[in-house]
């Protein structure tokens, strides 16, 4: 029975792990997707050395594409990779996948490897490496056939610790599958000045003016982020002002300014990230966020605070009327604010969507009730009211000029929706309108439609004083267009339609489904053809409010539902949960058929307002909720704080699993309104919040104003997969076998005994 046991729960684990290493391979092959199995959420394992490596290594730890190697008075990051990675980014920050792993062309077959080496320049000699927090599981080395070169039971510990690498000074390295980290924990009186890191295989070694550490490599730049620097005294977390200094070249330490209680130790971590509130004495929201290369972010809304914040502003008073609208740009650390303006007239206006090229310029559309609207090299020049006319317009990379602002309506009244731009720098944006005289050019659909209000998609030339094309998009009942993404030359819309003859060009649907259905359409290059347009939707409302793209031309959308027959494919929820949920669909390049669609949500309202794609392939999105059993994985926060909370999480490329679902708020209300993620899997998002204490780190603004703030936050999500129920299942089976296994043990040593 024993034999049989063992026997057969080393098949099972073996087909265990092949299944995972399966899954890696998939994932690694066709998206490089990292840490998306169970075994990549254990924590990093700092393995001791007891004979089974080289005589220098004290511990050796492995994460996805590094090996890390620790001696006496120094670390080794070795790190390999396949020469796919090679593949760059295009100007509008999306990942060439055009070369798939059956192109014989493909470059990706040959692996290269980088070694960098952190020595630490005058430290003890004498020092002791330490492991810390033993895990449960040990390592086993049989090299050759002398059993006296094996070691078994070799213990993993999830830190290590060089004890008193200097006078007064511990370092701890730590960190998960993925990635490592490590913090300098100074005891009081200890002298910060001592700490010396020198970078071999580095080149160019500096500090940003956002205060990160970078240094050039051949694999690429890299970066560590400007290091939290901090106290907890008393039980609270108190912030000290530190920083990165270059001592000599290649070498770098860390400089306390000020703040620092001498009594208590000082902990010194390079890779907390930001959150903070923007606002003034009365109310703010942001509606967009977009993000340059190099991590800073930009973000528009509404403020009625003549103290908004400013910082180097194109207009540096508040104009008037209920709203402003407001053009911010947020250092990549989250701590300064690069410039900060208002924009707008004499009457209501609102930033609602923003843009950003590869040079630094800031695209913004919105709407205003203002007939002195700041113009420059306008479309349209004249406000036509009614009441409302969108605006389109343009910042300078520094955001002191304007280099174009217009108009955008007829005698009718708009409302703006997002905009995008591509790599040529023409603009692109969707809304609504119910003017029949809309300016058009080029159209693929040149009549108002019906209803209230048809949507409008309109692409501007790169120097914004001419229309490539301008054009209805609508049936005979009311039409938003929500957002716009362009791939290429091709504009993808979502929106929500009442009308039941809208569009349907090789679609997934073409028949509307009753109250509101949401719509995708996939405009042509030149703007008067349709390459797809489709209905998405159950019996009941479906709002489509968010699309994006990834690196193939897939369409990613988002929205909330309260159908119980919305459609699902692939989903990792299939079952509409109370209420409103939110939904996410992805839909192949040709717009006629779904990769995946599935619910996400709670018992209570839940509602999407952005989606953003990773490079690869997973889905970001964030909203907000009033569900307490709003489904949590990997959580920052997994209690529902209060009223609604802001929520963000991040699906599989295949739809099927949460690698991240976090509640994100404070004691009153938050919503995430905006999202964006960069090429390091950094995750921004910016909304607003009526929370006193929503959670701040390195902020550029701890304090909550009045009556409904503006936040922007950065963090860096852990991205590991839900299990599987056949995953669980075949966990739970093999658990149940060892058992009987050891029951068979067991009772066979009691009849040795009785006889």
Avoid: C
């Avoid at 005891?187 to 500090?207: C, E, K, M, T």
């Avoid at 009549?447 to 692409?459: E, L, Q, R, S």
């Avoid at 701040?696 to 304090?703: M, P």
Wanted: net charge negative; glycine share 12%; no cysteine.
């Amino acid at each position: 029975m024993r034999k049989l046991a063992t026997v057969f729960l080393m098949v099972l684990l073996l087909a265990i792990a092949g299944t995972i290493n399966a899954q890696i391979a998939f994932y690694e092959e066709h998206q490089k997707q990292m840490a998306m199995t169970n075994l990549l959420s254990m924590p990093l394992a700092f393995t001791e050395n007891q004979g089974q490596f080289g005589e220098k290594t004290l511990f050796k730890a492995n994460a996805v594409g590094a090996t890390f190697y620790f001696y006496q008075n120094e670390v080794a990051y070795f790190f390999v990779r396949d020469t796919d990675e090679l593949l760059k980014d295009d100007a509008m920050g999306r990942r060439d996948f055009s070369k798939m792993p059956d192109d014989p062309d493909r470059p990706g077959h040959k692996k290269e490897s980088m070694l960098i080496k952190a020595q630490f320049v005058g430290a003890n000699p004498d020092l002791m490496v330490i492991g810390v927090d033993r895990l449960a599981h040990n390592n086993s080395y049989f090299h050759g056939n002398d059993p006296s070169k094996w070691h078994t039971d070799v213990p993993n510990n999830s830190a290590i610790l060089y004890k008193d690498i200097y006078p007064g000074i511990d370092l701890k390295y730590y960190g998960d599958g993925r990635s490592m980290k490590y913090d300098f924990i100074v005891r009081p009186s200890a002298d910060v000045s001592q700490i010396r890191i020198h970078y071999d295989g580095v080149d160019n070694l500096n500090v940003t003016p956002g205060g990160n550490l970078q240094a050039r490599t051949r694999f690429g730049l890299i970066h560590e982020k400007k290091p939290y620097v901090y106290q907890e005294i008393n039980g609270e977390r108190l912030e000290v002002n530190g920083r990165y200094t270059i001592i000599e070249p290649g070498i770098f330490g860390f400089d306390i300014e000020n703040g620092l209680n001498p009594d208590y130790p000082l902990i010194i971590d390079p890779e907390l990230l930001y959150s903070t509130y923007l606002g003034g004495g009365s109310t703010e929201l942001a509606y967009g966020i977009a993000i340059d290369y190099d991590g800073n972010a930009y973000i528009t809304g509404y403020t009625s605070s003549i103290d908004f914040p400013l910082q180097d502003p194109l207009e540096g008073t508040f104009n008037g009327g209920t709203y402003d609208a407001f053009v911010t740009k947020v250092s990549a650390t989250g701590d300064a604010l690069i410039y900060s303006t208002y924009l707008g007239g004499n009457g209501q206006d609102i930033g609602r969507g923003i843009a950003v090229d590869a040079d630094g310029n800031a695209y913004i559309i919105g709407y205003t009730q203002s007939g002195n609207f700041p113009l420059v090299n306008p479309v349209d020049s004249t406000f036509d009211g009614g009441p409302t006319d969108a605006f389109v317009s343009k910042f300078s990379a520094a955001g002191d000029s304007l280099i174009f602002s217009t108009y955008l309506g007829g005698t009718g009244f708009e409302q703006a929706g997002k905009i995008d731009v591509d790599i040529n720098k023409n603009v692109y944006v969707t809304g609504y309108t119910s003017s029949s005289d809309f300016p058009l050019q080029n159209p693929y659909d040149g009549t108002f439609n019906g209803g209230t209000n048809d949507a409008y998609v309109t692409k501007f030339s790169a120097s914004g004083d001419s229309l490539v094309y301008s054009t209805y998009l609508g049936g005979n009942d009311d039409d938003v267009g929500a957002n716009i993404i362009v791939y290429g030359e091709y504009a993808y819309v979502i929106g929500a339609t009442y009308s039941n003859n809208l569009p349907a060009i090789n679609s997934i649907d073409s028949s509307y489904n009753g109250n509101e259905d949401t719509f995708v359409t996939k405009f042509a290059p030149s703007g008067n053809s349709l390459i797809f347009s489709t209905y998405l939707g159950g019996t009941n409302d479906d709002s489509g409010y968010s699309i994006d793209v990834d690196g193939d031309g897939n369409a990613y959308i988002t929205g909330f539902t309260n159908s119980i027959d919305f459609p699902t494919v692939n989903p990792y929820d299939s079952d509409h949960n109370g209420n409103w949920d939110v939904f996410v669909s992805k839909i192949s390049v040709l717009g006629d058929s779904l990769i995946y669609s599935t619910y996400v949500g709670g018992g209570d309202y839940d509602g999407a307002w952005d989606i953003a794609v990773g490079g690869s392939g997973n889905a970001y999105v964030t909203g907000w909720t009033q569900s307490i059993d709003f489904p949590m994985w990997n959580a920052y926060d997994s209690s529902f704080n209060a009223d609604y909370d802001a929520f963000v999480f991040v699906l599989t490329v295949n739809g099927e699993n949460l690698l991240n679902s976090t509640y994100f708020g404070g004691n009153v209300g938050d919503y995430g309104n905006g999202i964006a993620v960069d090429s390091a899997g950094n995750v921004y998002i910016a909304g607003g919040t009526s929370s006193g204490d929503f959670p701040t780190h390195n902020a550029y603004d701890t304090s909550y104003n009045y009556n409904g703030d503006v936040f922007i936050a950065k963090f860096y999500p852990v991205v590991e997969p839900i299990p599987t129920l056949s995953e669980w299942g075949m966990l739970i089976m093999a658990l149940l076998i060892l058992a009987i296994g050891t029951v068979a043990v067991v009772r066979r040593k009691r009849a040795v005994v009785k006889t």
